[in-house]
């Protein structure tokens, strides 16, 4: 299934899109009534959370008083952290259950507040945040919820910030006003999910294009969630989108480091079910002497190319991406000459489905960029 992760500040909007969502066929878990489910009357999560803020929080008809727990639990964060300690197990463990029983072509949108917070957004193959200002938030919260403006500033304060949602966030959807189409997102996720289920890769012919100063958040995001899907190995973002101000094609390209190739293949089926499905063996053109070769995965989300390579981490084609890319990143009339030749081949190719013919022909330039490359590791000796 896929696994999308939805949030976005109380009052953004997020169960408006989720229900958007929800009409357009997917499974929606919403984590606000998983937290409410474990605090029904009779349940050990009730009665931990009267033990630990009083007998005050319940309603004469012994249900929880949300406003009176609320009005304790946000006013600290020792008090939040409380409480956060006692619901959080039990209803990740209904997510849990609930993600168990969802059919394995589900698009499984999990509606969760607390994403960012929580520090999780690196086991969801996309992430999706809803945005709306401040203002906007505090109206909808105190004149459509009737909730107190403090109490609804002190729960915007607790939560995370808009920067810190923008860093883990791979689709940002503005609800500040009109609410947004999600049309064309809902297709990418179905592409997406067809693509982790058939281990199927999202692909192009290689156009090449300027340098697009989102490349770098991208990559930290994707690069992250590699990571923890092979068990917080190193990732390095490497290939012509690692370089600041160079056109490249919109391709991410990460290099996962591993112990050998057995280990490599051991990672097969995880990173596929983590939208990185295996492409095959190769062997990178040799540079000079030792062993090249390589695993290759790519991207299964269509609206975000990667090209994943597994190399034997202190290889020769290892190091040889990473001094490449710091090469790059150094010399500016290097940089430039190498933009120069791939938006000549980009055009020149842009009718080829494949990138075999494009690789082929920026080889001589490569080639000699051998002795270019080992000047500078020896200059930085020096």
Known sequence: MLRVGLTGGIGSGKSTIAKL?????AVVIDADKLAR????????GLREVVKAFGDDVLNGDGTLNRAALAAKAF???EARQTLNSITHPRIGALTGQRMAEAPEDAIVVHDIPLLVERDIAAVYHLVIVVYADVETRL???VGSRGMDRRDAENRIAAQATDEQRRAVADVWLDNSGEVPDVTGLWDRLVGFE????????????PIVVPYDGRWPAQARRIARRISVAAGGRRVEHIGSTAVPGLAAKDVLDFQLAVEDMAAADSLRETLAQAGFPYVGPYEDTPRGDGDWSKRLHAGADPGRRVNLHLRVEGAPNWRWAIDFRDWLRHDAAARAEYA?????LSQRFAADSGAFA??????????AAVARVAAYKGGQVS
């Open 21 to 25: 969502l929800a009409d357009k066929g």
């Open 358 to 367: 494009y690789g082929e022909a920026k080889e001589p330039w490569m080639e």
């Open 139 to 141: 109206r909808r919260l």
């Open 194 to 205: 067809k693509n982790v289920r058939t281990q199927s890769y999202a692909s192009g012919p």
């Open 75 to 77: 006013v600290s964060e």
């Open 37 to 44: 489910e474990v605090l029904e009357p009779g349940t050990e």
């Open 340 to 344: 120069e030749l791939k938006l000549e």
